[in-house]
């Protein structure tokens, strides 16, 4: 027997669609499928007792929607891959970090590239080489062919930017590199940096003030995005003097 490595569940209210989806994933020696739902309800209270590297889910689903479960559990401590005859949801379902969106009927071509895709998400995960290496007080990134050590003692911001980031350091250098924002969040330090938008991460440190929908950082107005408002409130109730 193969040693599986990725373990997922599918959520879909068509049976059809989840024992082909099922059949191919299958195909993969390091895909285990250990559950199946027919709604998102079941599924929800399976994940909030059970862990998962994947959630394959349909969007349109009788009870809770796909979308609206994982919202629920937004930041999501899994990889999400929405199966769905829609495509018009797709603007939504990126806004929670849907790591691929893929639309039935799903070929075995495309459900490849979101495999490898998935598996590409796993390495991030487990710290591969993959462009960003941790060392125990700052950060190698690949710059221009090499890796450039970066204290994080000097990151105020990470900013989305294209298919780049850019790391903006104290002195309000910036650091340019191809990378992922989701790459970027699963390597820096959860105690010290904080994802504010889908496009800022930043020091928690080096925030100066926090506004109603915004956080200010050497004098500049980040955005704070609508999914992540409550955990800027909460690193302030978690702070502030009593």
């Not at 080489?129 to 950060?139: A, E, H, R």
């Amino acid at each position: 027997m193969h040693n599986k490595s990725i373990r997922c569940i599918l959520i879909d209210d068509e049976p059809l669609a989840i024992e082909v989806l099922k059949s191919h994933l299958l195909q993969h020696s390091n895909i285990e499928v250990v559950s199946t739902f027919s709604n998102g309800v079941d599924a929800l209270d399976w994940l909030n007792s059970n862990q998962v590297d994947a959630v394959f889910t349909d969007i349109n689903m009788p009870g809770i929607s796909g979308l609206d479960l994982v919202k629920n559990q937004y930041p999501s401590p899994h990889a999400v891959i929405f199966t769905t005859a829609h495509p018009n949801y797709a603007a939504d379902a990126f806004d929670f970090e849907a790591l691929d969106y893929l639309l039935k009927p799903i070929s075995p071509e495309r459900l490849e590239k979101a495999i490898k895709r998935l598996e590409e998400y796993m390495q991030m995960k487990k710290g591969g080489d993959d462009g960003v290496s941790l060392k125990p007080d700052f950060v190698f990134v690949k710059v221009d062919g090499q890796h450039q050590k970066v204290n994080y003692s000097d990151i105020q911001y990470v900013e989305a930017f294209a298919d780049y980031v850019k790391i903006w350091t104290s002195n309000d250098k910036r650091i340019v590199t191809l990378q992922t924002m989701r790459n970027m969040e699963l390597s820096l330090p959860s105690e010290l940096f904080v994802r504010i938008h889908r496009s800022f991460i930043v020091a928690k440190s080096k925030i100066e003030a926090v506004q109603n929908n915004a956080v200010v950082i050497g004098g500049k107005q980040l955005p704070v995005g609508k999914n992540y408002k409550d955990l800027v409130q909460s690193i302030v109730n978690n702070t502030r003097l009593r």
